[in-house]
Every structure is written in C-alpha cells, then in structure tokens.
C-alpha cells in the first residue's frame, strides 16, 4: 500500500495537476468529497493556470490547512489567526526546503505560458525532477504539522 506522498506522485503521474495531487489525498481525513477537491483545485496547478505564480503544492496544501482549521461561520476571529500561523509555517518549511514557493522560481525561468517551455518542461522531465519532489515533500510537510496537533 502506498504511503499518502507516494499517492499524491502517483495522482501526477496519472496527469492530475499538483494541487490536486496534494488536496486529494487528503480528502478522506477532512470528510471532503474527492470530486469536490479535484474541481476546485484544477485552476491552481502550474502556478495557477500556467501562470507560475505560488506553486500548486503550495496553495494544494493551504487548501488542507483551511479545510481542517480554517474560519467557518460560528467561528472567533482567532480561528483565521492561527490558520495564518499554519500556513505560515508551512510556507517556510517548503521555502527552506526549495528556496521558493513560487512556480516560475522552483521551475527556474521556464515558462509554461508558451508553446516552446512546454515542450522544455515535459522534454527535460521537470515534472519528475521538481514537481513530484515538491508533491511529495508538501504532502510530508503536511502530515508533520497535522500529526503535531492531533
């Protein structure tokens, strides 16, 4: 049986975007619908819509984060607070880890707006080499701090 990381690269593999990968294999434990978790996600992948801004692991995982602790209606303010401070942490933990949590940083230069850095991020396998990394580790980084507050 895979381990929840190896599920979120085996998501990639099968073509699902990053945030995704990294939503979904988590939707068991928030009690939210899978479907539901790939539809919202599938505008946030390659930085949102190719758009290389924060990562698609990233914003994947911040979508946990909220899920799980964020504000809903019968909640005090202090609840968005520390879903700041997790997210916060998580971001550092990723932008130590990468240098970056931005798409276009991690991906070093190569633009997936265009035909041609398409071709060059699918021709020189980034997708293995930087994004499934980035999946795995997220997904790891998540289950630290989501383990921590159990």
């Known amino acids: 049986m895979l381990n929840r990381s190896e ?41 949102m819509a190719r758009r290389q801004e924060v990562c698609g692991a990233v914003t994947g995982a ?22 700041y401070l997790l997210v916060g942490e998580f971001m550092k933990r990723f932008s130590d880890q990468y240098g970056s949590c931005l798409c276009r940083v991690l991906l070093d230069g190569c633009d997936l707006q265009s035909e041609s850095g398409r071709k060059f991020f699918k021709d020189n396998d980034l997708c293995g080499k930087i994004c499934r990394p980035c999946v795995a580790d997220a997904v790891r980084f998540l289950e630290d701090i989501l383990q921590r507050l159990k």
């Open 7 to 47: 599920s979120a690269v085996e998501m990639m593999i099968s073509g699902y975007n990053c945030a995704q990968s990294v939503l979904s294999v988590f939707c068991e434990d928030l009690n939210f619908a899978k479907e539901a978790a790939l539809k919202l996600t599938t505008g946030f992948g390659a930085g």
């Open 62 to 83: 911040i979508m946990v984060i909220s899920l799980k602790f964020g504000r809903g209606l019968a909640d005090e303010k202090a609840v968005a607070e520390n879903t």
